[in-house]
């Protein structure tokens, strides 16, 4: 797949379920969990470019979420388990959605124009392997409609993962 489509008229509903078959499309022959988490990262950019600032994966190594592919302006490269939002969501086992990042309590401001944030955990067998983070530089950017077709991407890459 060469470009992505996209019509920026569609609700963000109809978006989703433009951009998300072609999020499937995109990883369904490639074997190589890196290569399709770069090229998931930059499909859910291009397709939410007028909401997301950063959008990227952390994964779990040694028992903290490690920075993996992304796009968007250099991220906080280890988090701890149960710290800030993302180590909350992967703590918890749950898709965290928070509409203002400055309310959500010990925040890590890896990018201080973020305003908002969901971060859906990438899980296999009650396991955590990852999170999909992503960021807005706007205050109540994402909602449940986000949430259900994120969450559908996340288990896409989690089907790939090793």
């Known amino acids: 797949m060469e470009s992505l489509i996209s019509t920026k008229s569609l609700d963000r509903g109809a978006r989703y379920e433009e951009i998300v078959p072609q999020i499937e499309s995109l990883i369904k022959e490639e074997s190589d969990f890196i290569a399709n988490l770069a090229n998931v990262s930059a499909a859910l950019k291009l397709a939410l470019k007028d909401e997301a600032s950063w959008v990227g994966f ?47 309590p010990g925040h890590i401001y890896c990018d201080p124009d973020s305003k908002s944030e969901i971060v859906i955990p ?31 991407v996340a288990d896409m890459v989690v089907e790939k993962l090793p």
């Open 58 to 104: 952390y994964l779990v190594k040694s028992g903290d979420l490690v920075l993996g592919p992304f796009q968007g302006k250099p991220a906080c490269v280890r988090i701890q388990m149960g710290k800030g939002v993302c180590g909350t969501a992967a703590k918890n086992k749950r898709t965290v959605i928070v509409p203002d990042v400055a309310k959500f």
């Open 122 to 152: 990438l899980m296999r067998n009650g396991e955590v392997l990852g999170v999909l983070d992503v960021d807005s530089s706007s205050v109540g950017s994402f909602d449940e409609t986000d949430s259900l077709y994120l969450e559908r």
